[in-house]
């Protein structure tokens, strides 16, 4: 892990560590087996910020599943915009299917709300949210209850594994938070 990194002149510092990630990743990756035994789940990762996520979650279940992708854009910069735009839609029949819905991180819950929305309009068995992270003081719907989340964290701008400032910064293995003065 490195002391600091520096995107667009802001600087960030460690906060959740590769081994960490990892812990929590295989410990959902447990309960997925669990909850959805029998099951054959079909992931659906949405892309771009939750594919580390979701590849190391998807290796890490011992079932048999499946996995596919969509894309959602709703952030510009460091700000959630409320509008959340779909780039690519699924291609699968998800009819009487158990999705797992995988994201890298709700914040105000307005992508997530918007998409499982869309989902429930294709009769899926049932839709189960995983996320990486997860900011409860940022969450301005009511009805987004994650089923697995790796981490809790407070409302601050964080990059690394997938997540990006301006599609920068996702290929770091550990996840770094902006550096306290820095915070808007
Ligand atoms: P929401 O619709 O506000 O819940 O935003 C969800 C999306 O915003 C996530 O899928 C991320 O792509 C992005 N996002 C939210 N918080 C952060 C952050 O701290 N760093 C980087 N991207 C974020
Ligand atoms: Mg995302």
Known sequence: MKESVTYNGLTFVPYITAEQIKERVDAIARRIEEDCRGKQPL??????????????????VDMDAEI?????????????????KRMMSLSEDIAGRTVIVIEDI?????T????IADLRELHPADIKIATLLHKPDALVVDDVKPDYVGFEIPKKFIIGYGLDLDGLARNLN???VIKEKEQN
């Open 174 to 176: 550990d996840i770094y």
């Open 68 to 84: 596919t992708f969509l894309r959602l854009k709703s952030y510009d910069g460091m700000d959630s915009t409320g509008n959340v």
């Open 106 to 110: 709700i914040d105000t819950g307005r």
């Open 43 to 60: 992931f659906v990762c949405v892309l771009n910020g939750a594919f580390p996520f979701a590849s190391d979650l998807f290796r890490s």
């Open 112 to 115: 997530m709300q918007k998409l």
